[in-house]
């Protein structure tokens, strides 16, 4: 980390959901919000707490562990209760969770496991909605507070190899705008960042996602923004310094999404195709 912090977030609480590994965006995200003078808690599914990775990033922030299946009621119910106990209402929530068993397993769009397509959906869309509404029945988001959740481009353009992971982004941005509109009377922001191809777990259980990590840095002005990159970008989410941005999709990406084709690309192309010139 290039910096000593700027204490954004001093005083502020939040829930940070999707931290696996070192290198999952949630984890420098949390590096992030604590660099900033943020406390925390740290959420991911039981499954994945059993790696145990997620401990040594708990000693370093101090921030407890708390459990949850997305996808079930009562795991998001309950997880409202412990953090309540633990730190009481919260400010900001992160959610960085996806996953889709049809692209686990190889499956094509044109060929989807239904039971699967429900469970992408489910994890990595409407969970959003689930932990938005158990917050607020639970009077848990202070007023003026901030959620993000992590999206892709793969909602608005089509990248055949993130299969029906592109239609659960465009139902997770749909559900920011929807709940955005409906907490906005209380100054609570609700927004997606559309993160570029990035080296983590998730990202590289893509089939060819070497293949368009580097088509989008080689297509993006400023080339692929990092993990900790994006980890700043959502501080300022979540800080008071972006009161009034809310139901947005907000790129992160170098450039890429306004960007036709580079002059490395076109060289690149007029290489590979020469002989059919
Ligand atoms: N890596 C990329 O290229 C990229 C690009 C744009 C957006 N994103 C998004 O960023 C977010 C974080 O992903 P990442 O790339 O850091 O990978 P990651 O694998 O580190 O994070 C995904 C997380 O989702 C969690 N998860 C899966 N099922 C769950 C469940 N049922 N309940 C609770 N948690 C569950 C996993 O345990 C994991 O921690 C995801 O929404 C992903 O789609 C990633």
Redesign the pocket.
Known sequence: MTNTGYGLLKGKKGII?????E?????RIALACKREGADFVL???P??LRLGALNALSEETGAKIIP????SDDEVQELMNQTREELGSVDFIL?????SPNIRKKKEYNDLNYNWFSQTLD??AI?LHRILNHAEKANMLNDGGSVV????IGAQRIFSKYSD?NDA?ALLESIARNYGSRLADRGIRVNTV??????????T?IKG?DGM?TFADKIAPMGNPT?DECADYCVTLFSDLTRKVTMQNLYHDGGFVTSGISEEMIDALLKLYADEE
């Open positions: 959901f999707g931290a696996l590994d290198r999952s965006i949630a984890w959420s991911n599914a499954i994945a949850c299946d997305v996808s959610h960085a969770i996806g996953m994890i990595s969970s959740a992590l999206s892709y992971m982004k559309s993160q570029a191809p990035t080296k983590t777990s998730a990202g259980g996602f990590y993990a």
